[in-house]
Each structure stands twice: as structure tokens, then as C-alpha cells.
């Protein structure tokens, strides 16, 4: 198993522990660090280990990123109804 592997099951772990804990804000402060550090580990993954494994962490962290994601969709759903 690559680095990038290991490090993208540790940022699972730390996410669900992270969403375990609680907080004020709902857990928003959490969830943008998590999206800052998830989204160039995605890359590093889809670099040394292709699309495959890629695409499982970007589900995974969907899943448990869930709301962000969420918003995100009912967003563009409302940019491309304008």
C-alpha cells in the first residue's frame, strides 16, 4: 500500500473521530480544515495510485463530509436554474 493510501485511511479515521467530538458550530470550523487537507491528499492518491482508489477516498470522504456536500449540490443546482 502507498503513502498516499495510508495517509487518505488515516484522514478517515481522523474525520469520523473529528465528527464524534462535540461543537458550537456544528462542526463547520472541522469540516473546511478537513476539506483543505482532503482535497490535495485526493490528488496525491489519484497521482501514485490512479482513479480507482481515488474515487473510493473521494466516497468515502463524501460520505462522512456529507452536509458540505449537500450544500455544494443544492448550490449549483440553484447557479444552474439561474
Known amino acids: 500500500m502507498s503513502l498516499p493510501v495510508v495517509l487518505g485511511l488515516g484522514w478517515l479515521v481522523l474525520a469520523n473521530v473529528a465528527g464524534m467530538i462535540p461543537a458550537r458550530d456544528n462542526h463547520w470550523a472541522r469540516a473546511w480544515a478537513l476539506i483543505a487537507a482532503g482535497l490535495p491528499l ?3 492518491i489519484w497521482w501514485e495510485a490512479g482513479w480507482l482508489p481515488a474515487a473510493l477516498f ?3 470522504a463524501a460520505s462522512v463530509l ?3 456536500v449537500i450544500y455544494l449540490g443544492r448550490w449549483l443546482r440553484g447557479v444552474a436554474g439561474r
Open 58 to 60: 473521494l466516497a468515502a
Open 66 to 68: 456529507r452536509w458540505p
Open 42 to 44: 485526493l490528488g496525491w
